[in-house]
């Protein structure tokens, strides 16, 4: 498949849709995580951001946080490009929710369930 642009459509900036760009440095993005209580320095490394982030949330489970939200985002993206279905913050919210319930009740020891259940429940 060839695309007619690398640059990000989701976002007014216009930049080159690279993995950091589209996962974390992207505008619409940056407000996908602002939705889940995720807010970061935009500027600094991916590693950089993603320690900042463990070490904000100090949640055992914050990889899974971290990939349901980038796949949320990629999923959402897809939708853009291929079915032209407008970027929306709340559907990526609304899908992040719903796999991070199905990954607490469904992929994870007992133990750690109530304290996920708990963690997307205060989202709101």
């Known amino acids: 498949m060839i695309l007619e642009s690398t640059t990000c459509e989701m976002c007014i900036l216009q930049k080159r ?3 950091a760009h589209l996962f974390l440095r992207c505008n619409f993005t940056k407000a996908c995580w ?3 209580g995720i807010t970061y320095t935009s500027t600094r490394s991916v590693t950089s951001i993603f320690n900042a982030i463990r070490r904000r949330l100090q949640l055992p489970f914050f990889m899974e946080i971290i990939i349901l939200m980038t796949w949320s985002i990629w999923t959402n993206r897809n939708d853009w490009t291929f079915n032209n279905s ?5 559907d990526v919210t609304r899908k992040f929710v719903s796999d991070f ?4 009740l469904h992929r994870v020891r007992t133990q ?10 205060s989202l709101g």
Do not use: H, K
């Open 17 to 19: 849709e690279t993995a």
């Open 112 to 121: 750690m369930q109530s304290l996920m259940l708990d963690w997307v429940d």
């Open 101 to 104: 319930r199905l990954v607490a």
């Open 86 to 90: 407008a970027p929306m913050i709340r």
């Open 34 to 36: 602002c939705s889940v």
